[in-house]
């Protein structure tokens, strides 16, 4: 079972970027899908989550008003819509799929993961 996630890239200041992830080997229609970055010598920290349904969604403090997570359960992806990027933005994204019917921030709490894409904003 893979996440592959896709979109990453190299952004100006105040640029956009359009995340994905789509799943091979099984379907997630019915999992809490999420976003976490890692940036160079850091941790892997919570970006944003959306509910199974999505319409219940949650964010780090650090990107809300600037990003939007979403889902399209039939066509099984997740999309994470980047707007008004900082350099402070700059990290490996990864997507990541867990069965808990909570939002978690937490790493555990999600069992599947994508390889990651990188997102690089200059200055």
């Known amino acids: 079972v893979q996440l592959q996630a896709s979109g990453g890239g190299l952004v100006q200041a105040g640029g956009s970027l359009r995340l994905s992830c789509a799943p091979s080997?099984?379907?997630?229609?019915?999992?809490?899908m999420a976003w976490f970055r890692q940036a160079p010598g850091e941790e892997r920290n919570f970006v944003a989550a959306?509910?199974?349904?999505?319409?219940?969604?949650r964010y780090a403090d650090s990107v809300k008003g600037r990003f939007t997570i979403s889902r399209d359960n039939a066509k099984d992806t997740v999309s994470l819509q980047m707007s008004s990027l900082k350099p402070e933005d700059t990290a490996v994204y990864y997507c990541?799929?867990?069965?808990?019917?909570?939002?978690?921030?937490?790493?555990?709490?999600?069992?599947?993961w994508g390889q990651g894409t990188l997102v690089t904003v200059s200055s």
């Open positions: 080997g099984r379907t997630f229609g019915n999992y809490v």
């Open positions: 959306i509910a199974w349904n999505g319409v219940d969604t």
């Open positions: 990541a799929a867990g069965s808990s019917i909570f939002l978690s921030l937490v790493r555990s709490a999600y069992k599947y």
